[in-house]
């Protein structure tokens, strides 16, 4: 959808929505192990953290969980030993050697965390990912409402057989796009499973869900690049597991607010891959998933690189 | 079927009587032919009476003799005729509302109270001009947020699409204009409603004790009927408003036989901004309109012929070539003939049509194009049956042929097309309904009947197997069965008794009593807060089973002050539901092929107690209602397989209506409303996994907490334009000024909270900041005007 579309609507209703920040009081709960195991296959060490859920409203770094032992198996018989870094409570780190890598697609890998006396397990199966051919930039025409915005879009077919499943994310000048709204998604070239885009180029939401759309104090939408910036792009592949989950978590954390809000679906908990093996022990959330990834960046030299730019 | 036989006892028993002569006709307004729906015939002699059906056509049977009769309605001057009943008698009469002044609110109250002496039970009436003289948000009278001030009637907050009753979702309500359903009701995604209240004569809303010629949906039933057009004399009415501008024009086309009414109504505010706006110039589109229409036609003395339609859409265009927009279109063709002078029958055949489309990309390479519709072909064939004043037999056929078009749909990337359409699905919904209703004794009278309703899928058509699998979790697909063109799929009958009854302490007072199974085989598939235009119906198949609920009612009935100026009821009901449709979480319910494995079934079960007055008489009128509920719902996957509170539960409900007549030219009206706050789901805890803040709650509850209680008043004012030219002469054209503000007091009443991390993008390694946000829809007072012409 373009900006401009939902200047208009909001213009459209005069009368706006409401928002007031608020502090309900909120039932306590006992904390509970997170484990956030999101490893890849670049060459580069990879991280694992474990934590406990807080209260909702405690703005602080999430409580670590020491101590723990953590290690990832491949049913090709590789072992990845995960060590509690000296300087991050919480964090385990995996160090490659020089040409070394986590994960082999089709590999089937089991995680399994030694914490608080008990024992934790989760497996994935590392999917593939295709090569980024290009990145183009192109433009949207300002009018009244809007100025020019530059967009940058990406290139990429999805492979022939159906049930591949990516993260798409962005670094645009080194920073990674990380809110809520900038989850991209895709199963295989398009949205979800139902979809049926199979084997052909990621559809255009998807190519151009690159974009940050942030907006300046007056709340005018800025150029997600301008001449200067430079946008990076990875795929990384999901399992059909984490795509469900990562789903959920657009649904419930990237809230629409204002009149998107009558059409919100209800809070409920994200799913969780991670199991305790004591089927009557603590309940663990978090998930893991091991990722291939491929990359390509471009740096937006001048209004020459616009594609459309007539 | 073998129930159908216990029907034909009471018919041969009323066959072996004495001599007897039947009065009948129709009862019609006096200033425009329109038929006067629920007027009384009443014999005071001998207590006999009956009411005018939907058409105005009323048959009364007596022992022969001379007697005086009694025609009333509300509203209207009694006119009461001896007839000579020595042979049957046709007499068709026409009252004359009660008074010019005063006519669209005061009520006259000397007719026999409907409220006491009809079977009907759990049924709330607004005509026309209660409607249209209630406040409104934005001045825009609107049926369906008129009847949100009634008992028992709910809604998910402010600017919410539909409503709730008696603790049934949004989706289990059957709307029907002219017997056609109406599978949206809404414009601008809920903030008006679909009717133009200029072109409708009355609605009724049954909440409960639902007759057996209704079905299809297991909460209500709301009967939207048009105006058939003032056979008189041609008149024009219209108005501009802050959202419409109106016009209806109604008259004559055959003095005497012919009729008919013509409706438009059409957002504008596209036409104001065009000068400022350039993407409106340059193929943008915002408007919403309908139109509605209706023709009859007299044939003779016994038949007459009536023709009615709707076509409406909102159209929401950011340019030329993205946007969406969504509309409903219905055409009701109907018969009506009188068969002797007691036998009543009506045909009807009828269309209706849902559809939505939707388009994205702004050239060809990229694009995705979706269209999705429900349509309804029925066939409704209906015979009533006016024995004698203690017997009426009705019955008859109802015949859907739907077919469900999910998703015609394209995708194009980089110039590739996908086709990502779903398959047609074809269905058939054949009810069968017979229904008695005797005055059992001065007394006691009682309804009872059946309906039997079948619905049967058809192919061709794809049927998948699921694989069980933890409730709560996405259901996988394991194989599939493809079926040829007309096989049966699928097949499911239920027999669905009624029963009515009523005690009559005297005439101003009694209990009533009724029992209803209702069957609803479509459902509507939404997990939104409100539910929106793309929300799609699917019907019961192989995987979905069809929803049923039962209703149990009582409630007792009274009128109160020497004229009868007072009107109270209470009511008490308990429901519960079976095969509730609910959704897993992260549900994927657009263009899913395998939507079904996302589905759950639950529970549910809903009861209350409803209070209602009404003063229909005086300078004040209006009235108070106070509903005490609870609406729960048991899903096994959700709230960890325990009741839970539905999103629509409201524990107090009060609402006041009142209309003040200050003098010959300005009224007055308000509305007052008082909900508690409606369930939602707070987290306990956050966790974060790859930069991104997640709520949890730990208890895995659905609805565990209540937002603040929702108040709020509105006030309008209205001003006639006067009825004298300066010279003395009476104006032919009349016209009224209506002033309005919705929320005088400008609360923020919340419509829901939610919980988000901040906006910035997270520094790693810097904490997040989590957020809870109250959302008001409506957040302040909002002004109104609006003029409005007669001629």
Redesign the interface.
Known sequence: ??I??LV??TG?LV??????????T???????L?V?A?VNNKEEPQFIKL????????????PPVSGATVTISGSDGSLYLFAESDTLAGTYVWVPAPGERLGTTGVLYTLTVAALGEIFTATTRMGRVPTIDSITFRVEEG??FIDDLYLAEF?AIDPPEPGDTYWIKTWKNG??????SE?NLAYD??F???????G??????IRRGIN?FDQDEQGRFLSPYIPGDSVYVELHSLSEASF?FL???V???D?P???G???????????SNIQNTNPNGTKP???FNVAAVSGRGRKFASLDDVSNLN | MRYIFLFFLPWAIVHAQPERATLSGYVRDASNGEALIGATVFVPASGAGTVANAYGFYSLTLARGIYQVRFSFVGYTDVVCEVDLSRNTRLDIELTASSTQLDEVVISSKEEEAAIRSIQMSVNRLNAATIARMPAFLGEADIIKSIQQLPGVSTV?E??SGYNVRGGSVGQNLIVLDEAAVYNPSHL??FFSVFNPDAIKDVQLYKGGIPARYGGRLASILDVRMKEGNSKQFEANGGIGTIFSRLTVEGPLVPGKASFILAARRSY?DVLARPF???LR?G?R?NFYDLTAKLNYRLNEHNNLFLSGYAGRDI?F??RQ??FSWGNATGTLRWNSIIGNRLFSNVSLIFSKYDYALQ???DER???KWNSSVTDFTVKPSLSYFINSQNEISAGVEAHYYQFDPARAT?T??G?T?N?SLDRKYNLETSFYVSHQLQVSRHTSAEYGLRYSIFQGFGPGRVYQYNDTIPG??RQPVSFTDYAKGVELVRYATPEPRISLKYEFNPRSSVKASFMRMAQYLHLIS????S?PLDVWAPSSQNIKPQLGTQVAMGYFRTLGQEKSYELSAEVYYRSTRNQVDYI??A?LL?????EGDLLSGRGRAYGMELYMQKKTGRLTGWVSYTLARTELKVNGINNGSWYPT?FDQTHNFKATAFYQINNRWSASANFTFLSGTP?????????????????????T????RIPPFHRLDVSFRLEGRSQRKNGKTRKNTDYWVFGVYNLYAR?NP???????A?D??A?GA??????????????L?PSVSYNFHF
Request: glycine share 6%; proline share 6%; charged share 15%.
């Open positions: 959808m373009r401009s579309a208009i609507l459209l009368i706006t929505a409401c928002e007031t920040v608020v502090f309900p909120l039932p306590e709960a006992e904390p509970q997170v956030d999101w934590s406990f859920t807080q209260p909702y409203f405690q703005n602080t770094l999430p009018n009244q290139w920073t990674l796009l990380n809110k809520p989850i070239a398009g979800s499973r139902g979809s049926n885009f199979n052909v180029n990621f559809i255009a939401p940050p469900d789903t959920q978590v649904l419930q954390t809230r607010g204002g009149f809000e009558l059409f919100a679906i209800p809070l409920s908990n994200v799913s959330l978090g998930f | 907050g600017g919410a995604l809920g505010i706006v350039d993407v340059d943008a915002l929401f950011f340019d993205q946007g994205f990309g702004e990229d694009n995705f995708g990337t980089n590739e996908v990502i979790i996405r997990n939104t807060a409100a929106n979480d992260g994927d263009i899913n092929e395998y939507l999103r939602t789901t707070f987290p306990t805890s956050r966790y974060v996994i790859q930069d991104i803040l997640i709520p949890h709650n730990a208890a895995n659905r609805n565990n907490v923020k419509f829901s909270v939610y919980f988000s991390q906006d993008r997270a790693s904490p997040l900041q989590s957020r809870a946000t109250q959302l008001s829809i409506i957040g302040t909002v």
